[in-house]
């Protein structure tokens, strides 16, 4: 797998090309978040067992969590907050068996936007983590 496919699920990738927010998406599903949280949601959970079970399934797959979080807040704020969003997915997959060496994260804070507009639905879309395979 050539590095431009790799990071194709990329959010940063999908900036550069234009193609942010477009519903494009890798094996493994996003999960969302309240405003201003780091908690994992009952549904965000079901969605983090099947991620667990597809990384279960493919050994050798590596991927990075990105952390994203609505416009609100400051630059700085945003950035620990994506970051705690990363770490909360990232731990949650370790206790369901997946290896943590096999996972990476960061943090794009509010810089990322998959939706520009002001609006709560726009806002609730932000608040999310990505995940991007990065080896399979």
Known sequence: VGEDEMARGGSLDQYRRGTL?????GPLSDVYFAYDSIELSDNAREILRANADWLRDNPRAKAEIEGHCDSRGT???NLALGAKRANAVRDYLASLGVSSDRL????YGKELQVCSEETE?????????????LSQ
Request: charged fraction near 20%.
């Open 121 to 133: 639905s726009c806002w609730a879309d932000n608040r999310r983590a990505h995940f991007v395979v």
């Open 104 to 107: 990476t994260t960061i943090s």
């Open 75 to 77: 630059i700085e704020y």
């Open 21 to 25: 927010g477009s519903g494009e998406q």
